[in-house]
């Protein structure tokens, strides 16, 4: 656009208008791409901060605490006392002395009865009656109250010598001698062999022939990244035709198959 302005033509470019909130949003993104302050210049910063303005420095005099005498108090030490004073035997008031209990109150100071059906616990001790203080034993009561002899074995009982388990009367039976009569070996049994047993001549000079060498050697195979392949078949063995005994062992058990 051209204005004209005292005999001088000036040039003027105009702009479109933009909105209001497309300018805000310019200068709040610039205000976002800002770089953060460091705070770590300043190690004794303040705890709080005042983003608008900094608070006015006071000119009075400072503020003076006053120490209440509940506060006094409570500064104090606690104050522990190390024997008591307090005596195990005190006076009794006259109303206590006086006093008189009421039915309710002498009702419940009564103990619980016990249920129904207790029986008291039996003493470990019962008193004998006159028949048994007064009773004699039988001789046969008098064998069984003997202790059961048993033979000691030697090392034992120090004191006491024991009898020795050949003077003891018992005489096996023949099933028993049987059974105790130690087993003989094989008339063919020849018994363990040696481990280690001399190698003939012959084995020692033996020279191993071409075809055994051959199939002593591994199989050379290749590896799976050179392009070996498990999973082929020969040629041979789709060719192959089984014969009658493998073609034997391939039938099923006549006991497993169902009769139609």
Same mark, same amino acid.
């Given at each position: 656009? =051209?204005?004209? *302005?005292? !005999?001088?033509?000036?040039?003027?470019?105009?702009?479109?208008?933009?909105?209001?909130?497309?300018?805000?949003?310019?200068?709040?993104?610039?205000?976002?791409?800002?770089?953060?302050?460091?705070? %770590?210049? &300043?190690? *004794?910063?303040? +705890?709080? &901060?005042?983003? *608008?303005?900094?608070?006015?420095?006071?000119?009075?005099?400072?503020?003076?605490?006053?120490?209440?005498?509940?506060?006094?108090?409570?500064?104090?030490?606690?104050? =522990?006392?190390?024997?008591?004073?307090?005596?195990?035997?005190?006076?009794?008031?006259?109303?206590?002395?006086?006093?008189?209990?009421?039915?309710?109150?002498?009702?419940?100071? %009564?103990?619980?009865?016990?249920?129904?059906?207790?029986?008291?616990?039996?003493?470990?001790?019962?008193?004998?009656?006159? !028949?048994?203080?007064?009773?004699?034993?039988?001789?046969?009561?008098?064998?069984?109250?003997?202790?059961?002899?048993?033979?000691? %074995?030697?090392?034992? +009982?120090?004191?006491?010598?024991?009898?020795?388990?050949?003077?003891?009367?018992?005489?096996? +039976?023949?099933?028993?001698?049987?059974?105790?009569?130690?087993?003989?070996?094989?008339?063919? =049994?020849? !018994?363990?062999?040696?481990?280690?047993?001399?190698?003939?001549?012959?084995?020692?000079?033996?020279?191993?022939?071409?075809?055994?060498?051959?199939?002593?050697?591994?199989?050379?195979?290749?590896?799976? =990244?050179? !392009?070996?392949?498990?999973?082929?078949?020969?040629?041979?063995?789709?060719?192959?035709?089984?014969?009658?005994?493998?073609?034997?062992?391939?039938?099923?058990?006549?006991?497993?198959?169902?009769?139609?």
């Amino acid at each position: 656009m =051209f204005v004209k *302005d005292n !005999g001088i033509v000036m040039n003027i470019l105009c702009f479109p208008r933009q909105p209001a909130s497309t300018i805000f949003m310019a200068t709040f993104t610039k205000k976002l791409a800002q770089p953060k302050p460091n705070r %770590l210049r &300043y190690p *004794d910063r303040r +705890s709080v &901060y005042w983003l *608008d303005q900094m608070p006015p420095e006071s000119t009075g005099s400072i503020t003076k605490i006053e120490l209440t005498p509940r506060w006094s108090e409570l500064c104090r030490n606690k104050t =522990f006392y190390s024997q008591v004073t307090i005596s195990p035997e005190w006076a009794v008031s006259g109303a206590a002395l006086r006093a008189v209990p009421s039915d309710r109150l002498c009702a419940l100071a %009564l103990p619980p009865a016990p249920a129904v059906g207790w029986q008291p616990e039996c003493p470990l001790l019962k008193p004998l009656n006159r !028949g048994t203080q007064t009773a004699v034993a039988t001789s046969r009561i008098c064998q069984l109250a003997q202790p059961k002899r048993r033979p000691v %074995l030697e090392g034992c +009982s120090p004191k006491s010598k024991p009898l020795p388990l050949t003077h003891i009367p018992y005489k096996p +039976s023949a099933h028993i001698e049987l059974l105790a009569t130690p087993k003989h070996d094989h008339p063919k =049994f020849e !018994g363990q062999r040696s481990v280690c047993w001399p190698v003939s001549r012959a084995a020692r000079n033996c020279s191993a022939s071409h075809r055994l060498l051959e199939l002593c050697g591994p199989k050379k195979r290749m590896a799976l =990244f050179e !392009g070996y392949d498990p999973n082929i078949v020969s040629r041979a063995a789709r060719s192959a035709s089984p014969s009658p005994r493998i073609q034997q062992l391939c039938l099923p058990l006549p006991r497993k198959c169902a009769s139609n």
